[in-house]
């Protein structure tokens, strides 16, 4: 069962302009969301993060976008550059702030390539 | 520089044997973590350490072991019991015991069996 879900395996955009990458869940327990992005061959590295108190947290180019009851989150990239070409991974944890571990649940990744 | 190192980068191996993949991180993380990466299915969790001498099954345990025995190291065996162990495993670490933080990831080891 896939609690996490990134339905577009692959998303092209020209240099410049906006990426927009989704990701849907279905376990009402999650209340804190991640995006990291990988190259091929080495470890994803964390890109932006919202906790469910929050609709929107932006950081320079980053804002991730969540909206709860539709149970949706995006990724948007603007501008979009080519060294933002990578794998983008969404992720999901329950009882942010409890006695959880941290337990991440990913989704399968969007491939984004940024044309020049 | 802080950081988490995993090795080798590729591993080769021969249908049947055992195979130990290292981590070591210097970040001075509580919690340790093993993923296994297959195209198209994102990262699925193996197994978790969240303190020296303790560590949990993940979502995909069967044919894996693992041991804590200090804080920075986090060692990986693939067993001759993992049907499908040629995959790219990534180690990951995160400052808190509690709550959710951010995982820091090494760069990963791609194992092939032959």
């Known amino acids: 069962d896939q609690q996490v879900k990134q339905n577009s395996p692959s998303l092209s955009v020209q240099e410049g302009r906006i990426s927009i990458l989704n990701c849907d869940y279905t376990n009402s327990m999650f209340d804190y969301f991640l995006w990291y992005k990988k190259y091929p061959a080495e470890g994803p590295t964390f890109l932006i993060s919202i906790s469910s108190i929050k609709d929107k947290n932006e950081d320079g180019r980053f804002t991730v976008f969540l909206n709860k009851s539709a149970k949706h989150l995006s990724l948007h990239i603007v501008p979009s550059q080519p060294g933002d070409s990578a794998v983008y991974f969404c992720a999901a944890a329950a009882n942010a702030g409890g006695t959880s571990y941290g337990k991440l649940t990913f989704g399968q990744g969007t491939i984004l390539t940024v044309h020049p | 520089d802080g950081g988490i190192t995993q090795s080798p980068k590729y591993l080769f191996r021969k249908e049947g044997q055992n195979v130990t993949l290292s981590c070591e991180q210097n970040l001075n993380h509580d919690a340790m973590y093993w993923y296994r990466q297959d195209p198209g299915q994102g990262l699925r969790l193996i197994y978790y350490s969240q303190i020296v001498n303790d560590f949990q099954k993940g979502d995909i345990a069967e044919g894996y072991s693992v041991s804590r025995e200090k804080k920075e190291s986090f060692p990986l065996t693939v067993t001759s019991a993992q049907k499908n162990p040629t995959a790219f495993y990534l180690c990951?670490?995160?400052?808190?015991?509690?709550?959710?933080?951010?995982?820091?990831f090494g760069p990963g080891t791609r194992l092939t069996v032959l």
């Open positions: 990951a670490s995160s400052r808190r015991l509690a709550g959710v933080t951010e995982q820091f």
